[in-house]
């Protein structure tokens, strides 16, 4: 039999290390050899003696974060040994490693996977979420090892070295030691008050030493969050 698609670029990439690697750029490949967390729903294929549990968002406390702030990561705990392949809507795949004293600030939407001996918590976005329905909190990483994130299309990282400013719905991750805020992007006057309106109301303010991944596409809005009512809710949540 032969095809194109029997091609090398096409065939399973073998490894003689355990953990993360990109099969392709819209397949992430698990050589496993103990567990890793997952996305719910995002495996496409597996071998071997592999077993999945529904996590929820990855504790009853994050559990209850995510119940009312409409942010986390629906999670499955992914154990045994063999290799797992995860995708998301054939979105584009990044293998992010983070290092002792690393902290990344992500949207939940675009964590696919990640190694176990990381930790992540769902915190306040400090400043930005008032002037767009985004999203008030994001999940933040910690610790050492390995995570996989989605972009629609390829990403640009856009370097902290002068005030940033970035669509909400396009921001994917970022530094989370930078200071964030929000920014009026669109000027008011007798157009506005006509309707017209440029479809850039506001977007988010970034400041420090870190890194923006931005993508060329905007996430829609999350629909009947309620977050504004939220935040009174979250004070115990959120120490």
């Known amino acids: 039999m032969r095809s194109e698609l029997f091609s090398a670029e096409n065939l399973e990439k073998e490894s003689a290390q355990p953990g993360m690697?990109?099969?392709?750029?819209?397949?992430?490949k698990i050589e496993l050899n103990g567990e890793a967390m997952a996305r719910v729903g995002s495996m496409v294929a597996y071998q071997g003696q592999v077993q999945f549990q529904a996590l929820g968002s990855g504790g009853l406390g994050k559990f209850l974060k995510q119940k009312l702030t409409g942010?986390?990561?629906?999670?499955?705990k992914v154990s045994g040994r063999g290799d797992v392949f995860l995708a998301d809507l054939a979105k584009d795949v990044h293998i992010i490693d983070l290092e002792p004293?690393?902290?990344?600030?992500?949207?939940?939407?675009?964590?696919?996977?990640?190694?176990s001996t990381l930790q992540y918590d769902i915190q306040m976005v400090g400043g930005a979420g008032m002037a767009s329905s985004s999203g008030l909190f994001n999940c933040v990483f910690r610790?050492?090892?390995r995570i996989a994130i989605t972009t629609k299309g390829t990403p640009v990282v856009l370097n902290v070295d002068?005030?940033?400013y970035v669509d909400p719905q396009a921001a994917v991750c970022w530094s989370a030691n930078l200071q964030t805020g929000y920014h009026r992007a669109e000027q008011?006057?007798?157009?506005?008050?006509?309707?017209?309106?440029?479809g850039e109301s506001f977007t988010m303010s970034f400041a420090g030493q870190g890194f923006v991944v931005v993508q060329p596409s905007e996430e829609p809005p999350i629909a009947g969050s309620g977050q504004q009512e939220q935040q009174g809710l979250l004070g115990g949540l959120l120490s």
């Open 162 to 164: 002068a005030p940033t």
């Open 188 to 198: 008011l006057g007798l157009g506005t008050l006509l309707g017209r309106r440029t």
């Open 101 to 115: 004293g690393d902290a990344l600030s992500i949207n939940g939407s675009s964590v696919l996977a990640f190694d």
């Open 143 to 145: 610790g050492h090892g």
């Open 21 to 28: 690697r990109l099969q392709n750029s819209k397949m992430l």
């Open 71 to 76: 942010e986390g990561v629906p999670l499955m």
